[in-house]
C-alpha cells in the first residue's frame, strides 16, 4: 500500500519543505495549522487543511489530541513532526504508531534516550564516540560536583540533561560559585523543561560547532552524509551553517563519519539524525544527537544531492535507503544563512505585515520561506522566516554567489537579519573560515 496522505505536524518553511517533498513523491498533504496560520503559504498549498486550535502553541502545534484526531477524520497515515513541536516527543511518536499511522522519525525509544543528554553521552560513549569529559551521569550534590570539577579542571559548564535550544547552560569559573550556579542551572531546567537534572562538562574554551548528518533505515543499515559547520552562533543559536567544514580534511571527514554510521547501524536507529560534537585541537567531543531533520539540513543536500525528506518518508514507508555509503560523494560548497523577523543587531523581534517580497533566485540559490507580500508573520512564534541556501563548487565561489543572492533578497515592512548576513560576508575571519563558536558575539560586542 504505501503512504499516500502525510499530515504535516508543523508550520512555517519546513511545513513547505514537507509538502514539496510528499508532492513529489504523489503524496498528498495536509497542514493541521493554528487560526494564527490560516493564511499561511503551506496551507494554501496542501491538499486539505484542519484548524486545530488557537495561537498559542500548547493549544495547537503542542496539542496531541487535536493532531491525532485530525489524522484520522482526514484520514492519513503517516504524520511528518519537522522540527522542534513534537519532534522529540517520543510519547507522542508512541500515540501517532498506537493509531497506526506511520511516524515519519526514529523509534520513540531512541528519540527518549538521546532526548536525556546524561542517557544519549552515556550511550554515545559505549557506542564508541569521543566525549567531553566530564561527570558520568547526573550530580545533584554540589560536593561531589566539586570533586568532579577539581578532576577536569575548570572552567566547567553546567547542563540540563533536559535542555535544547542553547537554554538552562551555565558556565562556572571556579570553585566559589559551582554550588549557586548549579541552582540557578537547575532551576532553569526546571521551570523550561519540567526536569531539574543536570549534569558537569568541561568548558571547551574555543572550538568549533560541527555537526555530522547520518541516516538509518531502522533495521541495521546506516550511513553518514558528511558534515556541517554552524560554528557561528548567538547565545548557542545558529545563525549561518556550511557544509563542508571548512577546516575538516577528507581523511577526517570519512574518519569521523563512518564511526557515526557505525554507531547509528549498531543501534539500529531509523531516520534522519545528527551527532552534534565540538571540535578543538583537531579532537572531536560529543555532546548531543538530535533525533530530527535540522534546521540546516539544506546545506548538506545541497553538496550530496541527497533529499533527506524524500528519504525519511521513504524509510518511514519500509523502504530501504535509496543510497548507498559508497554512492556518496561530497561535490562543492554551501552555504545557508537563517533570515529571522528580527531586528538584525539588537535582535528584537519585528512579526508583522511583510509589504513587499522578492526572493533570491539563480543558478544554485535555494529560499525555503513560506513568506509572501501581504503576509502577516505572527508573534508567537520562532522568528525564522527563511533560509536563503546557496551552492557553488568552492567555498570561495559559494561566498561570491551568496553576496549576490543577499543582494537581490528584499523583504519588507518587518526588520530581518538580511543586513547581518551581508556584513558577516564581508569579514576576512569568514572568508577564511577562521571562525569558532564565541566568534560571533565577539565581534558584535566590538561592533557596538
Ligand atoms: P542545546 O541542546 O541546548 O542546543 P548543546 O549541548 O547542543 O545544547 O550545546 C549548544 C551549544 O552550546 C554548542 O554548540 C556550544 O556552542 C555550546 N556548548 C555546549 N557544551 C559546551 C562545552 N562543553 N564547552 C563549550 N561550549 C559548549
Request: hydrophobic share 40%; net charge negative.
Amino acid at each position: 500500500m504505501g503512504i499516500s496522505r502525510i499530515l504535516i505536524a508543523n508550520r512555517g518553511e519546513i511545513a513547505l519543505r514537507i509538502h514539496r517533498a510528499a508532492h513529489e513523491m504523489g503524496i498528498e498533504t495536509v497542514a493541521v495549522h493554528s487560526t494564527a496560520d490560516t493564511d499561511a503559504m503551506h496551507v494554501r498549498l496542501a491538499d486539505h487543511a484542519v484548524c486545530i486550535g488557537p495561537p498559542s502553541a500548547t493549544d495547537s502545534y503542542l496539542n496531541t489530541a487535536a493532531i491525532i484526531s485530525a489524522a484520522e477524520i482526514a484520514q492519513c497515515d503517516a504524520i511528518h513532526p519537522g522540527y522542534g513541536f513534537l519532534s522529540e516527543n517520543e510519547k507522542f511518536a508512541e500515540i501517532v504508531e498506537a493509531h497506526d499511522i506511520a511516524w515519519i522519525g526514529p523509534k520513540p525509544e531512541h528519540i527518549r534516550t538521546m532526548g536525556d543528554k546524561v542517557a544519549a553521552k552515556r550511550t554515545a560513549g559505549a557506542l564508541g564516540l569521543p566525549l567531553v569529559p566530564g561527570s558520568d551521569g547526573a550530580v545533584s550534590d554540589p560536593e561531589e560536583a566539586k570533586k568532579i570539577a577539581d578532576e577536569i579542571g575548570y572552567p566547567v559548564i553546567i547542563k540540563a540533561a533536559s535542555g535544547g535550544g542553547g537554554r538552562g547552560m551555565k558556565v562556572c569559573e571556579g570553585p566559589d560559585t559551582l554550588a549557586s550556579l548549579m541552582q540557578a542551572a537547575a532551576n532553569e531546567a526546571k521551570s523550561a523543561f519540567g526536569d531539574a537534572t543536570v549534569y558537569l562538562e568541561k568548558y571547551l574554551g574555543d572550538p568549533r560547532h560541527i555537526e555530522f548528518q547520518v541516516f538509518g533505515d531502522g533495521k541495521g543499515n546506516a550511513i553518514h552524509l558528511g558534515e556541517r559547520d554552524c560554528s557561528l552562533q548567538r547565545r548557542h543559536q545558529k545563525v549561518f551553517e556550511e557544509a563542508p567544514s571548512p577546516v575538516l580534511s577528507t581523511e577526517e571527514r570519512n574518519r569521523m563519519g563512518d564511526i557515526c554510521a557505525k554507531a547509528m547501524a549498531d543501534m539500529g536507529y531509523r531516520g534522519a539524525g545528527t551527532i552534534e560534537f565540538l571540535w578543538e585541537n583537531n579532537e572531536f567531543y560529543f555532546i548531543e544527537m538530535n533525533t530530527r531533520l535540522q534546521v540546516e539540513h539544506p546545506v548538506t543536500e545541497m553538496i550530496t544531492g541527497v533529499d533527506l525528506v524524500r528519504e525519511q518518508i521513504r524509510v518511514a514507508d519500509g523502504k530501504p535507503l535509496s543510497v548507498k555509503q559508497s554512492e556518496i560523494e561530497f561535490k562543492g560548497h554551501a552555504i545557508e544563512c537563517r533570515i529571522n523577523a528580527e531586528d538584525p543587531f539588537t535582535f528584537a523581534p519585528s512579526p508583522g505585515k511583510v509589504t513587499s517580497y522578492h526572493a533570491a533566485g539563480g543558478m544554485h540559490v535555494r529560499v525555503d520561506s513560506g513568506l509572501y507580500a501581504g503576509y502577516s508573520i505572527p508573534p508567537y512564534y520562532d522568528s525564522m522566516i527563511a533560509k536563503l541556501i546557496v551552492y557553488g563548487r568552492n567555498r570561495e565561489g559559494c561566498i561570491m554567489r551568496l553576496r549576490r543572492a543577499l543582494e537581490e533578497m528584499v523583504i519588507e515592512g518587518v526588520k530581518t537579519s538580511i543586513p547581518l548576513h551581508r556584513e558577516l560576508i564581508q569579514q576576512d575571519d569568514i572568508l577564511n573560515g577562521d571562525y569558532s563558536i564565541k566568534w560571533l558575539e565577539e565581534w558584535l560586542a566590538k561592533r557596538e
